[in-house]
């Protein structure tokens, strides 16, 4: 009996510690700020409304051209989040002003972002669906849990004293822009697969956000919330249920269709890996189908006989591929060699190689025979020098260079220009220049000459 009553205090105290650590009160914000930054959030005009549609065109831009971070920039600046918390806040308080106007700024938003986004589909040269426009097109139940809880920390985020980068961070996990911009390219190329997945992947983020918006503010209890009768607060809470009951049905339909497939694709790869494995027979091609149950294969090098194909077939039921069909093609005159096809990969790869080669040889050859001339141009113009001084004393050096002509207006010559820098003990007369230039010409062998004398 002793121990009973010294253990009660210890779990009071226990329960008193989690509830005060749990507790969303403690750093809640004033319920009249709360009212005023949700109800300010629920605006949709002015520069909202520009900023909606920049940044409908940057996250359509960003899946057009399969850019992650271009995608993310654009689901920060969106202001998509208010109009879905001002629903979730005003059935919280049972405001019914509050809910439609909110609910007529969300349509008003949702228009205009599928006008944007299809107006940007229609213009676009770049017509191929990337990764990140299939990803929003096929919703599933995990898609439910990520809006919802990332609602709950949306609404929790919004209601506390000091602002944090909850609200970024829940923007860019709900994602609200690309299923919506997902959706304008259907719209754009009328794809209404991808039109009606994406839609209903944005019909799941408000609802399940504004759902937890509700909860949180039921839990929170704020003085603004408006009493009601118990029949009215019945409706309420049953039209909110049928809704949540009837987002939600679907996306537990794709859920469990989307786990079949994969654990099809699973199974059926480890039934090829493990019963379609032979020394002189190769799977050249396969291609897995979980909507039809359906493997087909096509193989190289020495034929399997039908008999052994019925045996590899009877066995897909022990994977759990009841109800597959198997699909093997092979060739129908001969096995293909598999010695001789690596033998002709080897004799074509030589091939490439020894041309490669070759060019490289010639490239060689050439550069060898710049590199000669080059040499035999600096000898030459060695002597040249030496020439020079015993004709004409007053040099004292001699620069010879190759060189490049350009003129304004001009292309560079082509042709190779030869310039001859001296520098003179005696100022030499123009005549002089004019023989030294004439005979550099007779010497080098070019009339592309250019004296410069310092």
Same mark, same amino acid.
């Given at each position: 009996m002793a121990?009973?009553?010294s253990f009660s205090p210890i779990l009071k105290r226990t329960v008193i510690t989690m509830r005060q650590r749990f507790s969303l009160i403690g750093d809640k914000a004033d319920d009249e700020h709360i009212d005023i930054g949700i109800r300010s959030g629920v605006e949709l005009s002015g520069t909202n409304l520009w900023v909606l549609m920049f940044a409908i065109m940057v996250a359509s831009v960003g899946l057009n051209v399969n850019s992650t971070a271009v995608i993310i920039g654009a689901m920060l600046i !969106?202001? /998509?989040m208010g109009p879905i918390m001002g629903i979730g806040y005003g059935v919280g308080i049972y405001d019914p002003a509050l809910i439609r106007k909110s609910l007529r700024n969300l349509g008003i938003a949702t228009l205009i972002s599928l006008l944007v986004s299809t107006f940007y589909f229609l213009l676009t040269p770049l017509?191929?669906?990337h990764s990140e426009l299939l990803a929003r097109t096929t919703p599933s139940i995990w898609d439910v849990l990520i809006a919802?809880? %990332? %609602? /709950?920390?949306g609404i929790i985020g919004a209601t506390r004293n000091e602002k944090t980068n909850i609200i970024p961070g829940v923007a860019i996990a709900t994602a609200l822009m690309p299923p919506l911009c997902t959706a304008g390219y259907g719209l754009a190329n009328a794809n209404w697969q991808f039109f009606f997945g994406a839609f209903y992947l944005y019909s799941i983020n408000c609802v399940f956000i504004a759902f937890s918006a509700i909860l949180i503010i039921w839990v929170l209890n704020p003085r603004h919330k408006k009493f009601v009768d118990e029949k009215t607060e019945v409706r309420v809470r049953r039209v909110l249920s049928a809704v949540v009951i009837l987002t939600l049905l679907p996306s537990i339909y794709l859920a469990v269709k989307l786990v079949r497939h994969e654990v099809f694709n699973s199974e059926a790869k480890k039934f090829l890996d493990i019963e379609m494995v032979y020394k002189q027979t190769h799977i050249a091609e396969r291609n897995i189908n979980p909507e039809k149950k359906q493997?087909?294969?096509t193989l190289i090098g020495d /034929?399997? !006989? $039908?008999? $052994? /194909?019925?045996?590899?077939e009877a066995r897909l039921v022990t994977y759990g591929l009841t109800d597959t069909t198997l699909l093997v093609h092979q060739s129908k005159d001969q096995a293909i060699d598999v010695t001789a096809l690596k033998s002709n990969i080897v004799s074509e790869l030589y091939k490439d190689n020894l041309y490669a080669l070759e060019d490289r040889n010639k490239t060689i050859q050439k550069l060898q025979g710049e590199l000669e001339k080059h040499s035999a141009n600096r000898a030459e113009w060695h002597n040249i020098s030496k020439e020079l001084n015993a004709l004409y004393p007053q040099i004292r050096t001699v620069l010879l260079s190759d060189g490049a002509l350009w003129k304004v207006g001009e292309d560079a010559? $082509?042709?190779p220009?030869?310039?001859?820098?001296?520098k003179v003990t005696s100022k030499l007369s123009l005549s002089t220049k004019y023989k030294i230039t004439e005979w550099l010409k007779l010497r080098v062998k070019s009339d592309n000459v250019i004296l410069i004398v310092d």
């Open positions: 121990n009973k009553n !969106s202001p /998509l017509s191929d669906a919802f809880f %990332g %609602g /709950l920390a493997i087909e294969v /034929l399997i !006989s $039908k008999a $052994k /194909l019925k045996e590899i010559s $082509k042709d220009i030869i310039v001859a820098n001296i």
